[in-house]
């Protein structure tokens, strides 16, 4: 499985705030699309870097409300690892594995964001796969006896 197969179901929407933002804008966009993160794009329009909600939730934690005022940019992970769509599904498992986040962006071959995939869009594609081979293995094993 590929990361293009999950994208072909869950759509290519990429959601994404501007740098500048704040961070009680970033939790709006966050709670009224129910995901976790966002692409943050920088003031020439590229990729900045991405935030997510355990960000904003350090945030506060170091800070208090008074966080939920600062821009974006200021609390937002730079430099993002990326996937590309003929990537591996089990290599983005990987990815966030190792680096102990949960969401991927990915890029197309102009280098632009394409689409997001979460660790929740894996676990789905990968339940469905194993699904399915347990219903091929019990064909083939009712089939012999
Ligand atoms: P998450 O588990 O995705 O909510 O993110 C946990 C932390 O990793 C946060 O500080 C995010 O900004 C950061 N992060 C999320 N996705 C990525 C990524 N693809 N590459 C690098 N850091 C990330």
Same mark, same amino acid.
Request: negative net charge; proline residues 2%; aromatic residues 2%.
């Given at each position: 499985m590929q990361v293009r197969h999950i994208l072909e179901d869950k759509g290519r929407d990429v959601i994404t705030v501007a740098s500048t933002a704040?961070?009680? +804008? #970033?939790?709006?966009?966050? /709670?009224?699309?129910? *995901?976790?993160?966002?692409? @943050? =794009?920088? =003031?020439?329009?590229?990729?900045?870097? *991405? *935030?997510s909600e355990r960000d904003v939730v350090r945030a506060v934690a170091d800070k208090g409300a008074a966080a939920l005022g600062e821009a974006v940019e200021r609390h937002m992970t730079r430099n993002p690892q990326t996937c590309g769509e003929a990537d591996s599904v089990e290599s983005i498992m990987e990815m966030m594995?190792?680096? !102990?986040? &949960?969401?991927? $962006? @990915?890029l197309g071959d102009?280098?632009? $964001?394409?689409?997001?995939? /979460?660790?929740?869009? #894996? @676990? =789905? *594609? &990968?339940?469905? +796969?194993? @699904? &399915? +081979?347990?219903? #091929?293995? !019990?064909?083939?094993?009712?089939?012999?006896?």
């Amino acid at each position: 499985m590929q990361v293009r197969h999950i994208l072909e179901d869950k759509g290519r929407d990429v959601i994404t705030v501007a740098s500048t933002a704040t961070l009680q +804008e #970033v939790a709006r966009i966050l /709670s009224d699309n129910r *995901i976790g993160a966002l692409l @943050v =794009k920088g =003031k020439a329009g590229g990729l900045a870097g *991405i *935030i997510s909600e355990r960000d904003v939730v350090r945030a506060v934690a170091d800070k208090g409300a008074a966080a939920l005022g600062e821009a974006v940019e200021r609390h937002m992970t730079r430099n993002p690892q990326t996937c590309g769509e003929a990537d591996s599904v089990e290599s983005i498992m990987e990815m966030m594995t190792r680096g !102990r986040f &949960r969401h991927v $962006p @990915v890029l197309g071959d102009d280098d632009q $964001p394409c689409g997001m995939v /979460s660790i929740g869009d #894996v @676990v =789905k *594609i &990968r339940i469905a +796969e194993t @699904v &399915r +081979e347990a219903a #091929v293995l !019990r064909d083939y094993i009712s089939a012999a006896v």
